[in-house]
């Protein structure tokens, strides 16, 4: 089983940056891939970048350019840096494990872009 925290979320006037963590509990090693997905209210929960143990990056169209994902093995963490910030960014963002094929999520942490 696999606990997810994340932490980096806030309040940033468009143009700005931020960078979200999502810590694990295991080895990030033993979990094949991890993501970051964003909810913003009244709309579906989407993918926003992932990355494989093997170092596999994918992002969705809207991002690509803007943001990053990248991982600590060391430290068990995956990172998302995102860069020039817009309003329609904001939404809360969730990490996302898969361990032996079963999801992990995590609680999620809120970015609001202000205009």
């Known amino acids: 089983q696999v606990q997810l925290v994340e932490s980096g979320g806030g309040l940033v006037q468009a143009g700005g940056s931020l960078r979200l963590s999502c810590a694990a509990s295991r080895s990030i090693f033993s979990i094949n891939r991890m993501g970051w997905y964003r909810q913003a209210p009244g709309q579906q929960r989407e993918l926003v970048a992932d990355l494989t143990s093997g170092g596999i990056t994918r992002y969705a169209d809207s991002v690509k350019g803007r943001f990053t994902i990248s991982r600590d093995n060391a430290e068990n963490t995956v990172y998302l840096q995102m860069n020039s910030l817009k309003p329609e960014d904001t939404a809360v963002y969730y990490c996302?494990?898969?361990?032996?094929?079963?999801?992990?999520w995590g609680q999620g942490t809120q970015v609001t872009v202000s205009s």
């Open positions: 996302n494990g898969v361990y032996y094929g079963l999801p992990y």
